[in-house]
């Protein structure tokens, strides 16, 4: 295998891999998966922008997913008036007061000399600004968390179609990541990453517990779709003349039809993502990076501004992670705070990344696909494996009966299996950055 038709042969191999899930499982199975490994891709390509280009070591990732999630529900999910007449106000009136506190802080450390006086007036801002802002937040958070709390108890959102969120939980990922970066940038490699952790941590907590804002650990179900709902499809005369003349049922063929319109488009999204990708880093800015990533004080000492770059890869790659996140979120249906895990939302993605080749964009879309198919099917290969193990023992034999138990378990060791396997026969990836002596 040479290093040419590495990549076709891997990519063919994985596609084999989604025939026979369709031909063993079946087609809505194998779309399903499909589906999470798009978006897995569009993740992983977001993780390799930082790590692959820049050497920048983010483990927040999931709270820049977590973000893009939010956004799809504040930009979808129809507003509920009861709940804006009852504290809408008062939200409005302490978001403002926290944006005139943060310019007060802004103009009080420019203006004033460095001493002690100006830390005293800091804290003076912070403190009355945070007793002002309370005393309108926390009447209307109550007042809000009671309207029909079983069923909203939230501000809701704008009511737009869901496809904005994707562009916009970018935005929204991108300016966080900003603040971060402006924050943390400076600091080493490993610190960063604790910044990182850290800060995605306050931002799934706020998540859990800012009911007002999201339901908190109620989640919001039912968010709008942008592909049609199969009870819809069933009852269009036009869909059920496609069906009956594929042969196919009506019910099982508005299932595999909405998944084949979420493929495409994910898949629309995921190209645009690469084909940008491609062209950044095969650009002078591309080249620039991999240099202050290999060697950080060469590029300083040659007037490049080591920060402001870092900044920018980190804005970027985490503005990709906020789209992936809302594009999940869309996939779902549903938004749920307490299923961000870093098991799923960082580790994995970086497992993606690993064993795809970081600094290669096709390797991360590679890593993206199977390691995000493999998630997925460990378990239920896991207990099909017990099952046929434990074949001859009688039902109720306590071995059979843990060993079936623990296939679930087969996910985590499946994936440190490949892990393991790919660094130790390919340590750069399946498909490793290209140097310029492979150039």
């Not at 007793?131 to 909203?152: G, K, L, Q």
């Amino acid at each position: 295998m040479t290093e040419t038709n590495r990549p076709v042969l891997l990519f063919a191999a994985m596609a084999l891999l989604f025939v026979a899930t369709a031909a063993i499982i079946g087609l809505n199975s194998a779309l399903f998966a499909l589906n999470f490994c798009l978006i897995s891709a569009i993740m992983a390509l977001g993780v390799n922008i930082q790590w692959g280009y820049a050497g920048l070591f983010n483990v927040g990732v999931m709270g820049f997913a977590a973000t893009g999630g939010l956004t799809a529900v504040l930009v979808s999910y129809p507003p509920v008036a009861e709940a804006w007449a009852a504290g809408g106000g008062g939200i409005l009136i302490s978001g403002l007061l926290t944006l005139v506190t943060i310019a007060a802080c802004i103009l009080a450390y420019r203006r004033m000399p460095r001493g002690l006086v100006r830390n005293w007036a800091l804290a003076a801002i912070i403190l009355v600004g945070l007793f002002v802002i309370r005393y309108f937040y926390d009447p209307a958070v109550e007042a809000i968390e009671a309207v029909n709390p079983a069923t909203s108890g939230f501000l809701g959102g704008l009511g737009m179609p869901i496809l904005f969120s994707w562009a916009l939980g970018g935005v929204v990922a991108a300016g966080i990541a900003w603040v971060i970066g402006k924050i943390s940038l400076g600091l080493r490699s490993d610190y960063l990453a604790i910044a990182t952790l850290g800060i995605s941590e306050i931002i799934i907590a706020m998540l859990k517990n800012e009911d007002w804002l999201n339901r908190g650990v109620k989640n919001v179900i039912g968010l709008p779709r942008p592909v049609p709902y199969e009870i819809d499809l069933q009852q269009t005369e036009w869909f059920i003349n496609l069906a009956n003349s594929l042969g196919i049922n009506p019910v099982d063929f508005s299932s595999i039809y909405v998944k084949l319109c979420y493929a495409l488009l994910f898949a629309a999204v995921l190209l645009i993502v690469l084909y940008l990708s491609e062209k950044a880093i095969h650009s002078p800015w591309g080249r620039m990076m991999r240099a202050i990533r290999d060697n950080e004080v060469s590029a300083n000492a040659m007037g490049k501004d080591v920060t402001r770059r870092h900044l920018q890869v980190f804005v970027l790659g985490s503005a990709v992670i906020g789209i992936a996140g809302a594009m999940l979120t869309t996939l779902d249906g549903q938004f749920t705070p307490t299923a961000y895990q870093p098991l799923r939302y960082t580790f994995l993605i970086w497992v993606m990344v690993i064993v795809g080749g970081s600094g290669n964009n096709w390797g991360s879309v590679l890593g993206g696909f199977l390691v995000g198919f493999f998630w997925l099917q460990a378990e239920p290969l896991g207990i099909w494996l017990m099952q046929v193990i434990t074949a001859g023992m009688a039902p109720d034999n306590p071995l059979r009966v843990h060993l079936i138990d623990s296939g679930a378990h087969m996910r985590l060791i499946v994936m440190g299996l490949i892990l393991l396997l790919v660094l130790r026969f390919s340590p750069r990836g399946l498909i490793p950055e290209r140097t310029s002596r492979a150039h």
